[in-house]
């Protein structure tokens, strides 16, 4: 066993055993306390557990190398600017009212707002955005596990469903809630310790957002020399088209989020679900401002370290990477070195989701920051996918089955259909895992896009216009929900060859579903049945500050039978 699996190991087991800990010591027998942790979680603590539950694989792992690589520079930042003003539209739009409105769950939301049919609807739409996010999380976890422990990624998967299981099974949302402030704390310390430190070795600024400042006038003309467009450069890998709507799809997208939304469900007032927004959009910040630089210096450093090597001289860090897959050089004109070049001439291709992993070993850091790194990226997987788990299991336990089947249910028959929907998921989950549709951050991009396609609509329109109607939600779901899906098939290469409708990529569709989502729910809204007055009183009121009698009545589920 090397250095670096034994530290990987090491952290490993360490942290694996403190969220298994803090799982059993909050371990729930509650509905309330298994959905939304009893909604007594403290805004910072809830600001951080958000970061978590959102800086996923795709953030952790495949940010730095989509920027780097993907995006060439600037063509990636459609990631940074999306993820990160979604939080805006979320605590100015969603979270404060749907928090007032006090339902553990967005078909529970649309279920009351709206109609048990759009509840439905809104289910389908929540199992289906959950899973295509989750798949991009366990493949996360099988790349670390793969690279860093040398088992195949089907056992990496698998021993991540384990402790997913066991930690999100037990505790519920209050398990998971206080399990991921701990993996936050693991993952911005992984990220950070290293940026801190290359940023230092490179330029002797230890902060890294500035730091990489100084080497992009470098940067630059190193592309330009191998024939690569400038890293600074605008539009050269990304059309203005696809960078507004890629922008808009991610955006949207992280506001009608189920895992994230569910999360300020759990905040103790409707003052603390917005100084939640706040805290998390703090924490996530300290990641997003330091990826362009990971991505910037690990550039770098590839074109210096590789670009014009001999194939049987290259560092240790590559040899190690491209053992296991994920670099690959064709050495087409037969001259023994690597040709690293833009176009048909290339021989060098770097998978995006390494750059971060590898980051601490390109740039020469000892074993144990390598092994600190991969603790982190684990974190970074295991937290959303508990979260997106949870939302799989609420839906079935509690919108389909308590809801639906048996409205009789005790509590604890309640609980332990979540718990057993729940480990179905998780079943589900590590399939996907293993066999994932793409790299782990365009999976998960998918999944943005589809959630921007059906929810964002239904739950601005449900808030902010009374005469939004149940037949003008479910077919702004149902249509914006298949189309963009039916788009994402035709068009992302692994399922079809479609260039798509004026070159709009699969991963910015979402936009367009969105506004084909809200045409057709205001269309049909104009034409059907209006909400009862009741509902359109509460849904005015809960806009306003302070509780009103009204507000109070709904959320001890006792609004007059009309409604």
């Known amino acids: 066993m090397s250095d670096i699996q034994l530290w ?9 055993s403190i969220y298994i800990y803090i799982a059993y010591a909050s371990r729930v027998n509650s509905t ?11 805004a910072p603590a809830n600001g951080a557990a958000i970061a978590a539950d959102w800086m996923s694989a795709a953030s952790f792992i495949s940010m730095a190398g989509i920027v780097a690589f993907a995006g060439n520079g600037y063509g ?10 979604g939080y805006v539209l979320l605590a100015l739009l969603l979270a404060p009212y749907l928090r007032k409105f006090g339902k553990y769950t967005i ?15 809104a289910v389908l739409a929540a199992i289906v955005v959950s899973f295509v996010y989750v798949a991009g999380q366990m493949a996360g976890v099988g790349l670390v596990f793969t690279r860093f422990l040398g088992v195949s990624p089907t056992a ?31 993952l911005i310390i992984a990220y950070l310790i290293p940026a801190v430190a290359i940023s230092t070795k490179v330029t002797g600024i230890p902060l890294p957002q500035v730091g990489f400042g100084q080497i992009l006038d470098e940067l630059n003309g190193l592309q330009a020399d191998l024939g690569f467009a400038e890293y600074t450069a605008a539009f050269t890998g990304t059309n203005m088209l696809n960078m507004v709507l890629i922008t808009a799809a991610l955006m949207f997208g992280t506001a009608g989020l189920p895992h994230v939304i569910v999360r300020f469900y759990t905040a ?17 910040a300290l990641l997003y401002t330091t990826a362009p ?8 450093n590839v074109i210096k370290d590789v670009s014009g090597t001999a194939i049987d001289q290259t560092p240790g860090w590559f040899n190690t990477w491209a053992d296991v897959g994920l670099i690959t050089v064709n050495d087409a004109n037969g001259n023994g070195l690597i040709d690293y070049t833009s176009g048909a001439a290339n021989e060098l291709i770097l998978n995006n989701d390494i750059i971060v992993l590898a980051a601490p070993e390109i740039a020469g850091l000892p074993a144990p920051i390598v092994g600190l790194v991969a603790a982190g990226a684990l974190a970074a997987a295991l937290s959303t996918a508990s979260g997106l788990l949870l939302v799989i299991s609420s839906s079935v336990a509690n919108d389909v089955y308590y809801k639906k089947i048996n409205p009789q249910a005790t509590e604890a028959r309640q609980l332990l259909v979540g718990r057993i929907a729940m480990g179905g998921a998780i079943l589900v989950a590590g399939y996907l895992g293993i066999n994932p549709p793409g790299f782990v951050a365009q999976v998960v991009a998918l999944a943005f896009g589809l959630a921007a396609a059906s929810f964002f609509p239904i739950l601005v329109l449900g808030i902010f216009w009374k005469n939004c109607t149940a037949a003008g939600a479910t077919a702004g779901m149902l249509v914006g929900l298949a189309t963009t899906m039916a788009y994402m098939l035709w068009t992302i290469e692994i399922y079809g060859n479609g260039d798509g409708i004026f070159g709009i990529a699969e991963t910015g569709f979402g936009t367009i579903g969105m506004l084909i989502n809200f045409t057709v729910t205001i269309i049909v809204s104009q034409f059907t049945t209006k909400p009862s007055p009741v509902m359109q009183e509460l849904v005015e009121e809960i806009r306003y500050p302070g509780k009103t009698k009204l507000v109070e009545a709904h959320a001890k589920g006792q609004l007059p039978p009309e409604v």
């Open 156 to 186: 990496g998967v698998a021993i991540g469903m384990g402790i997913v299981f066991f930690y999100a099974v037990l505790g519920g949302m209050k398990g998971i809630t206080w399990t991921q402030v701990t993996q936050y704390t693991v």
């Open 8 to 16: 990987t190991l090491i952290f490993a087991i360490i942290t694996f």
């Open 76 to 85: 990636g930042s459609v990631y940074l600017m999306g993820w990160t003003g």
């Open 293 to 300: 630089s990971i991505a910037a210096f690990s550039k770098l």
């Open 107 to 121: 078909p529970d939301f649309v279920g009351d707002r709206y109609s048990e049919s759009a509840r439905m609807v």
């Open 268 to 284: 103790k007032s409707v003052r603390a679900a917005r100084f939640s927004a706040l805290w998390a959009l703090f924490f996530i």
């Open 32 to 42: 309330a306390g298994f959905y939304v942790a009893g909604g007594g979680i403290p």
